[in-house]
């Protein structure tokens, strides 16, 4: 069974930047596509950027695009979103996700199956 933790979240101030990584523990991440969502209470989770199983394919909501990087490295069973220029409204708690296993890179949180528990970003000064 994959299991996913995110870490690398904190306090930052707009302008600045932060690194998440998600970690894949109990299988390869190589056969899953990850996706890294993110949650303000009170509304709905909001995918923001997706990566293929081999790095094919990535995929950036217009709300970070630009600013946000998604990177694998299958080596180290490691996700990551290189997060710069952070802004206030960035504020959530986010989320890496994988699709079962073989599955395509897909947009929405219905469309992932394991996920991790979380880490908060806050941007404020």
């Known amino acids: 069974q994959l299991q996913l933790v995110e870490s690398g979240g904190g306090l930052v101030q707009p302008g600045g930047s932060l690194r998440l990584s998600c970690a894949g523990t109990?299988?390869?991440?190589?056969?899953?596509?990850i996706g890294w969502f993110r949650q303000v209470p009170g509304k709905e989770r909001e995918g923001i950027s997706y990566?293929?199983?081999?790095?094919?394919?990535?995929y950036y909501a217009d709300s970070v695009k630009g600013r946000f990087t998604i990177s694998r490295d299958n080596n180290q069973n490691r996700v990551y979103l290189q997060m710069n220029n952070l802004k206030p409204e960035d504020t959530a708690a986010y989320y890496c996700?994988?699709?079962?296993?073989?599955?395509?890179?897909?947009?929405?949180?219905?469309?992932?199956?394991?996920w991790g528990q979380g880490t908060q970003v806050t941007v404020s000064s």
């Open positions: 109990g299988r390869g991440l190589d056969n899953y596509a």
């Open positions: 996700a994988a699709r079962k296993p073989f599955e395509d890179m897909a947009r929405g949180p219905d469309e992932y199956t394991y």
């Open positions: 990566i293929s199983r081999h790095d094919v394919s990535r």
